[in-house]
Protein backbone atom coordinates (compact mmCIF):
# COMPACT_ATOMS: atom_id res chain seq x y z
CA UNK A 1 0.00 0.00 0.00
CA UNK A 2 2.86 2.18 0.81
CA UNK A 3 4.53 2.24 -2.14
CA UNK A 4 1.26 2.49 -4.25
CA UNK A 5 0.32 5.91 -2.58
CA UNK A 6 3.79 7.04 -3.40
CA UNK A 7 4.07 5.95 -6.70
CA UNK A 8 0.49 7.94 -7.26
CA UNK A 9 2.24 10.83 -5.40
CA UNK A 10 4.92 10.69 -7.95
CA UNK A 11 2.73 10.70 -10.73
CA UNK A 12 1.08 13.82 -9.18
CA UNK A 13 4.39 15.89 -8.88
CA UNK A 14 5.19 15.03 -12.23
CA UNK A 15 2.66 17.28 -13.59
CA UNK A 16 4.35 20.47 -12.06
CA UNK A 17 7.29 20.08 -14.55
CA UNK A 18 8.29 22.96 -15.87
CA UNK A 19 6.48 25.23 -13.71
CA UNK A 20 7.48 24.55 -10.00
CA UNK A 21 11.62 25.71 -10.26
CA UNK A 22 13.54 26.18 -8.30
CA UNK A 23 10.95 24.54 -6.07
CA UNK A 24 10.94 20.53 -5.94
CA UNK A 25 8.16 18.34 -7.84
CA UNK A 26 6.30 17.20 -4.95
CA UNK A 27 2.80 15.07 -4.82
CA UNK A 28 0.49 14.66 -1.62
CA UNK A 29 -2.34 11.62 -1.35
CA UNK A 30 -4.26 11.17 1.81
CA UNK A 31 -5.58 7.88 2.69
CA UNK A 32 -8.60 6.72 4.43
CA UNK A 33 -9.10 3.11 5.08
CA UNK A 34 -7.22 2.04 2.40
CA UNK A 35 -9.30 4.76 -0.01
CA UNK A 36 -8.06 8.14 -0.90
CA UNK A 37 -9.52 10.92 -0.18
CA UNK A 38 -7.62 13.93 -1.01
CA UNK A 39 -4.71 14.50 -3.31
CA UNK A 40 -2.94 17.17 -4.48
CA UNK A 41 0.59 18.52 -5.77
CA UNK A 42 2.58 21.49 -6.68
CA UNK A 43 1.28 23.48 -9.89
CA UNK A 44 3.37 26.49 -9.68
CA UNK A 45 6.22 28.02 -8.20
CA UNK A 46 4.99 30.69 -5.36
CA UNK A 47 1.65 28.55 -5.01
CA UNK A 48 0.15 26.51 -2.49
CA UNK A 49 2.17 23.35 -1.62
CA UNK A 50 0.82 19.45 -2.72
CA UNK A 51 0.28 19.10 1.07
CA UNK A 52 -1.86 22.15 0.85
CA UNK A 53 -3.64 21.13 -2.19
CA UNK A 54 -4.16 17.44 -0.77
CA UNK A 55 -6.03 18.91 2.40
CA UNK A 56 -8.02 21.31 0.87
CA UNK A 57 -9.34 18.47 -2.02
CA UNK A 58 -10.20 16.58 1.35
CA UNK A 59 -12.08 19.09 2.97
CA UNK A 60 -13.71 20.11 -0.55
CA UNK A 61 -15.22 16.88 -0.96
CA UNK A 62 -16.26 16.22 2.85
CA UNK A 63 -13.66 14.59 4.83
CA UNK A 64 -12.35 17.79 6.96
CA UNK A 65 -13.17 15.06 9.81
CA UNK A 66 -11.38 11.77 8.48
CA UNK A 67 -7.87 13.73 8.30
CA UNK A 68 -7.39 12.96 12.02
CA UNK A 69 -7.63 9.26 11.32
CA UNK A 70 -5.89 9.66 7.97
CA UNK A 71 -2.33 9.09 7.09
CA UNK A 72 -0.67 11.44 4.37
CA UNK A 73 2.01 10.13 1.69
CA UNK A 74 3.94 12.89 -0.12
CA UNK A 75 7.65 12.36 -2.11
CA UNK A 76 9.34 14.84 0.17
CA UNK A 77 9.54 16.36 3.44
CA UNK A 78 7.06 18.72 4.42
CA UNK A 79 8.46 22.33 4.76
CA UNK A 80 8.89 23.65 8.58
CA UNK A 81 9.65 27.52 7.45
CA UNK A 82 8.32 30.32 5.61
CA UNK A 83 8.53 30.82 2.33
CA UNK A 84 5.94 31.67 -0.02
CA UNK A 85 4.19 29.85 1.81
CA UNK A 86 3.62 29.00 5.35
CA UNK A 87 5.04 25.74 6.36
CA UNK A 88 3.43 22.48 5.30
CA UNK A 89 4.05 20.66 8.88
CA UNK A 90 2.24 23.04 10.85
CA UNK A 91 -1.33 22.87 8.67
CA UNK A 92 -0.40 18.80 9.06
CA UNK A 93 -0.22 18.98 12.61
CA UNK A 94 -3.17 21.94 12.65
CA UNK A 95 -5.48 18.89 11.13
CA UNK A 96 -4.40 16.46 13.40
CA UNK A 97 -2.92 13.90 10.89
CA UNK A 98 -1.59 10.84 12.83
CA UNK A 99 0.79 9.42 9.93
CA UNK A 100 3.19 10.54 7.20
CA UNK A 101 4.77 8.68 4.93
CA UNK A 102 8.02 10.13 2.88
CA UNK A 103 9.97 9.30 -0.19
CA UNK A 104 12.56 11.79 0.48
CA UNK A 105 14.27 14.17 3.17
CA UNK A 106 14.43 17.80 1.69
CA UNK A 107 17.70 18.99 1.06
CA UNK A 108 16.87 22.52 0.72
CA UNK A 109 18.95 23.95 4.32
CA UNK A 110 15.59 25.41 5.20
CA UNK A 111 14.34 22.30 6.17
CA UNK A 112 16.68 19.07 5.91
CA UNK A 113 15.05 17.07 8.35
CA UNK A 114 13.58 20.17 10.36
CA UNK A 115 10.29 19.08 9.33
CA UNK A 116 10.52 15.62 10.15
CA UNK A 117 11.32 16.42 13.35
CA UNK A 118 9.00 19.05 13.84
CA UNK A 119 6.54 16.29 12.85
CA UNK A 120 7.40 13.82 15.55
CA UNK A 121 7.75 16.54 18.17
CA UNK A 122 4.19 16.94 17.54
CA UNK A 123 3.47 12.80 18.32
CA UNK A 124 2.58 12.17 14.20
CA UNK A 125 4.41 9.20 13.39
CA UNK A 126 7.08 9.53 10.42
CA UNK A 127 8.11 7.13 8.25
CA UNK A 128 10.77 7.74 5.67
CA UNK A 129 12.41 6.41 2.56
CA UNK A 130 9.88 5.12 0.90
CA UNK A 131 10.43 5.07 -3.09
CA UNK A 132 13.62 7.04 -2.35
CA UNK A 133 15.29 5.95 -5.27
CA UNK A 134 12.42 7.21 -7.60
CA UNK A 135 11.55 10.39 -5.54
CA UNK A 136 15.51 11.41 -6.10
CA UNK A 137 15.42 10.83 -9.71
CA UNK A 138 12.39 12.70 -10.15
CA UNK A 139 13.83 15.64 -8.67
CA UNK A 140 17.39 15.42 -9.98
CA UNK A 141 17.61 18.73 -10.15
CA UNK A 142 16.65 19.72 -7.19
CA UNK A 143 18.86 17.31 -5.52
CA UNK A 144 22.09 18.22 -7.62
CA UNK A 145 21.46 21.92 -6.80
CA UNK A 146 21.43 21.57 -3.21
CA UNK A 147 23.78 18.66 -2.90
CA UNK A 148 26.17 19.38 -5.45
CA UNK A 149 25.84 22.94 -5.86
CA UNK A 150 25.54 23.18 -9.45
CA UNK A 151 22.48 23.20 -11.56
CA UNK A 152 21.26 19.44 -13.17
CA UNK A 153 23.56 19.29 -16.84
CA UNK A 154 21.82 17.15 -20.02
CA UNK A 155 23.38 17.46 -23.20
CA UNK A 156 21.79 16.80 -25.76
CA UNK A 157 22.57 17.17 -30.26
CA UNK A 158 21.38 15.12 -33.14
CA UNK A 159 23.91 13.37 -35.45
CA UNK A 160 22.82 11.83 -38.79
CA UNK A 161 23.07 7.81 -39.49
CA UNK A 162 27.05 8.25 -40.08
CA UNK A 163 28.25 10.12 -37.18
CA UNK A 164 28.15 14.21 -38.04
CA UNK A 165 26.53 16.67 -36.04
CA UNK A 166 27.31 19.23 -38.97
CA UNK A 167 27.80 19.54 -42.91
CA UNK A 168 30.94 20.96 -43.87
CA UNK A 169 29.76 24.05 -43.88
CA UNK A 170 26.68 24.44 -41.86
CA UNK A 171 24.06 26.67 -42.35
CA UNK A 172 20.55 27.49 -40.63
CA UNK A 173 19.03 25.19 -43.67
CA UNK A 174 21.64 22.34 -44.36
CA UNK A 175 22.15 21.68 -40.50
CA UNK A 176 18.58 20.35 -40.01
CA UNK A 177 19.24 16.82 -39.14
CA UNK A 178 16.24 15.38 -36.85
CA UNK A 179 12.91 15.08 -38.21
CA UNK A 180 9.99 17.42 -37.08
CA UNK A 181 8.06 15.06 -34.24
CA UNK A 182 11.53 15.18 -32.74
CA UNK A 183 11.90 18.57 -32.68
CA UNK A 184 8.81 18.90 -30.32
CA UNK A 185 10.17 16.51 -28.32
CA UNK A 186 13.31 18.53 -28.00
CA UNK A 187 11.03 21.97 -27.02
CA UNK A 188 9.08 19.53 -24.77
CA UNK A 189 12.82 19.02 -22.66
CA UNK A 190 13.39 22.50 -23.01
CA UNK A 191 9.93 23.42 -21.13
CA UNK A 192 11.26 21.17 -18.42
CA UNK A 193 14.50 22.62 -17.87
CA UNK A 194 15.36 26.25 -16.26
CA UNK A 195 17.96 27.34 -18.80
CA UNK A 196 19.14 26.49 -22.21
CA UNK A 197 22.65 26.79 -23.23
CA UNK A 198 24.78 27.43 -26.27
CA UNK A 199 27.87 29.37 -27.80
CA UNK A 200 28.55 32.23 -29.72
CA UNK A 201 29.23 29.82 -33.17
CA UNK A 202 25.54 28.68 -32.61
CA UNK A 203 23.87 31.68 -31.83
CA UNK A 204 25.49 33.02 -35.44
CA UNK A 205 24.98 30.43 -37.71
CA UNK A 206 21.58 28.46 -36.66
CA UNK A 207 20.32 32.23 -35.34
CA UNK A 208 17.67 29.99 -32.78
CA UNK A 209 15.04 31.62 -30.57
CA UNK A 210 15.66 28.33 -28.14
CA UNK A 211 12.11 28.89 -26.83
CA UNK A 212 9.10 26.52 -26.77
CA UNK A 213 7.16 27.56 -29.72
CA UNK A 214 5.89 23.61 -31.13
CA UNK A 215 4.23 22.97 -27.68
CA UNK A 216 3.07 24.43 -24.01
CA UNK A 217 4.97 25.26 -21.68
CA UNK A 218 7.73 28.01 -20.44
CA UNK A 219 10.43 29.14 -22.11
CA UNK A 220 13.51 28.20 -20.35
CA UNK A 221 16.52 31.25 -19.31
CA UNK A 222 18.49 31.09 -22.77
CA UNK A 223 22.34 31.22 -21.81
CA UNK A 224 24.58 32.29 -24.65
CA UNK A 225 28.64 32.34 -24.09
CA UNK A 226 29.74 35.47 -25.55
CA UNK A 227 33.36 36.25 -24.33
CA UNK A 228 33.71 39.43 -26.26
CA UNK A 229 30.12 40.69 -26.49
CA UNK A 230 30.12 40.41 -30.37
CA UNK A 231 26.27 39.11 -31.27
CA UNK A 232 24.45 41.62 -33.04
CA UNK A 233 21.32 42.91 -31.03
CA UNK A 234 19.13 41.50 -34.44
CA UNK A 235 19.63 37.42 -33.25
CA UNK A 236 16.24 35.93 -32.28
CA UNK A 237 18.05 35.29 -29.02
CA UNK A 238 17.29 39.19 -27.80
CA UNK A 239 13.72 39.34 -28.66
CA UNK A 240 11.08 39.27 -25.66
CA UNK A 241 9.78 36.04 -25.53
CA UNK A 242 12.56 34.57 -22.83
CA UNK A 243 14.71 35.95 -20.35
CA UNK A 244 18.63 35.84 -21.81
CA UNK A 245 21.87 35.61 -20.02
CA UNK A 246 25.27 36.25 -21.78
CA UNK A 247 28.20 34.70 -20.03
CA UNK A 248 31.22 37.80 -21.26
CA UNK A 249 34.70 38.52 -19.65
CA UNK A 250 34.10 42.17 -18.84
CA UNK A 251 30.35 43.40 -18.48
CA UNK A 252 28.12 43.16 -15.74
CA UNK A 253 24.68 44.88 -16.59
CA UNK A 254 21.05 44.26 -17.54
CA UNK A 255 18.66 45.60 -19.75
CA UNK A 256 15.10 44.26 -19.90
CA UNK A 257 15.18 40.60 -20.38
CA UNK A 258 19.01 40.91 -20.93
CA UNK A 259 21.21 39.76 -18.37
CA UNK A 260 25.13 40.27 -18.91
CA UNK A 261 27.17 38.39 -16.57
CA UNK A 262 31.04 38.83 -16.78
CA UNK A 263 32.71 35.22 -15.59
CA UNK A 264 36.26 33.92 -16.29
CA UNK A 265 37.34 33.04 -19.40
CA UNK A 266 39.49 29.75 -17.56
CA UNK A 267 37.97 26.76 -16.85
CA UNK A 268 34.91 27.26 -19.06
CA UNK A 269 32.59 24.61 -17.72
CA UNK A 270 33.14 25.60 -13.98
CA UNK A 271 32.56 29.00 -15.03
CA UNK A 272 29.50 27.96 -16.51
CA UNK A 273 28.03 26.36 -14.12
CA UNK A 274 29.36 28.22 -11.27
CA UNK A 275 26.96 31.60 -12.97
CA UNK A 276 24.00 29.90 -13.36
CA UNK A 277 24.28 28.34 -9.36
CA UNK A 278 24.30 31.82 -8.20
CA UNK A 279 21.52 32.50 -10.75
CA UNK A 280 19.62 30.25 -8.82
CA UNK A 281 19.36 28.07 -12.02
CA UNK A 282 18.22 24.53 -11.07
CA UNK A 283 19.04 22.87 -14.16
CA UNK A 284 20.73 23.65 -17.83
CA UNK A 285 19.83 22.18 -21.46
CA UNK A 286 23.14 22.18 -23.67
CA UNK A 287 22.33 22.56 -26.83
CA UNK A 288 25.47 24.14 -28.24
CA UNK A 289 27.82 22.86 -31.17
CA UNK A 290 30.70 19.87 -31.15
CA UNK A 291 32.84 21.98 -29.17
CA UNK A 292 30.77 23.15 -26.29
CA UNK A 293 29.54 19.59 -25.96
CA UNK A 294 32.76 17.90 -25.89
CA UNK A 295 34.27 20.06 -23.65
CA UNK A 296 31.19 19.23 -20.92
CA UNK A 297 31.45 15.39 -22.26
CA UNK A 298 35.25 15.57 -21.46
CA UNK A 299 35.15 16.99 -18.21
CA UNK A 300 32.86 14.83 -16.60
CA UNK A 301 30.25 17.33 -15.56
CA UNK A 302 27.24 16.49 -17.24
CA UNK A 303 24.15 14.40 -15.88
CA UNK A 304 22.25 12.99 -18.98
CA UNK A 305 22.56 12.71 -22.91
CA UNK A 306 20.06 12.74 -24.99
CA UNK A 307 21.20 11.87 -28.81
CA UNK A 308 18.87 12.14 -31.88
CA UNK A 309 20.49 9.79 -34.32
CA UNK A 310 18.48 10.41 -37.99
CA UNK A 311 18.36 8.05 -40.58
CA UNK A 312 19.89 10.32 -42.87
CA UNK A 313 23.93 10.16 -43.77
CA UNK A 314 25.76 13.11 -44.37
CA UNK A 315 29.08 11.50 -46.06
CA UNK A 316 31.83 14.25 -44.96
CA UNK A 317 31.49 16.83 -42.07
CA UNK A 318 31.70 17.66 -38.51
CA UNK A 319 32.22 14.75 -36.40
CA UNK A 320 29.43 14.32 -33.33
CA UNK A 321 30.75 13.81 -29.86
CA UNK A 322 31.36 10.23 -28.55
CA UNK A 323 28.80 9.64 -25.50
CA UNK A 324 30.59 7.37 -22.96
CA UNK A 325 27.67 6.20 -19.91
CA UNK A 326 24.45 4.01 -19.35
CA UNK A 327 21.50 3.87 -21.71
CA UNK A 328 18.72 4.32 -19.48
CA UNK A 329 15.83 5.06 -22.22
CA UNK A 330 15.65 4.27 -25.81
CA UNK A 331 12.82 5.19 -28.70
CA UNK A 332 11.86 5.59 -32.61
CA UNK A 333 10.69 8.64 -33.61
CA UNK A 334 9.73 8.06 -37.79
CA UNK A 335 13.02 8.01 -39.15
CA UNK A 336 14.74 9.11 -36.15
CA UNK A 337 15.90 6.93 -32.99
CA UNK A 338 16.40 8.94 -30.12
CA UNK A 339 18.96 6.99 -26.93
CA UNK A 340 19.28 8.98 -23.40
CA UNK A 341 22.29 8.22 -21.57
CA UNK A 342 23.24 8.83 -17.56
CA UNK A 343 26.51 9.41 -16.51
CA UNK A 344 28.62 6.41 -15.45
CA UNK A 345 31.32 8.00 -13.55
CA UNK A 346 29.71 8.03 -10.08
CA UNK A 347 29.73 11.99 -10.00
CA UNK A 348 25.89 12.29 -11.10
CA UNK A 349 22.70 11.20 -8.73
CA UNK A 350 22.13 8.87 -10.99
CA UNK A 351 24.78 6.85 -9.53
CA UNK A 352 24.07 7.76 -6.00
Request: net charge neutral; proline share 5%; charged share 20%.
Amino acid sequence: MDELMMRICLQLAERGAGYVAPNPLVGAVLVHDNAIIGEGYHRQFGSAHAEVNAINDAIAKGFESLLSQSTLYVNLEPCSHHGKTPPCSDLIIHHKIPRVIIANEDPFPEVNGRGIQKLRTAGIEVVTGVLKKEGRILNRRFFTYHEKKRPYIVLKFAQSADGFIAPENPTPENRKISNPISDRIVHQWRSEEASILIGKNTAQIDNPELTVRLVKGKNPVRVVIDHKNELPASLKIFNEQADTILLNSSVDEVSGKIKRIKFPSTNLIESILSALYNEKILSVLVEGGASILSQFLESGMWDECRVITSSKKLLNGLKAPVVTGNSIEKMNVENDSITIYANNTGNTLWNS
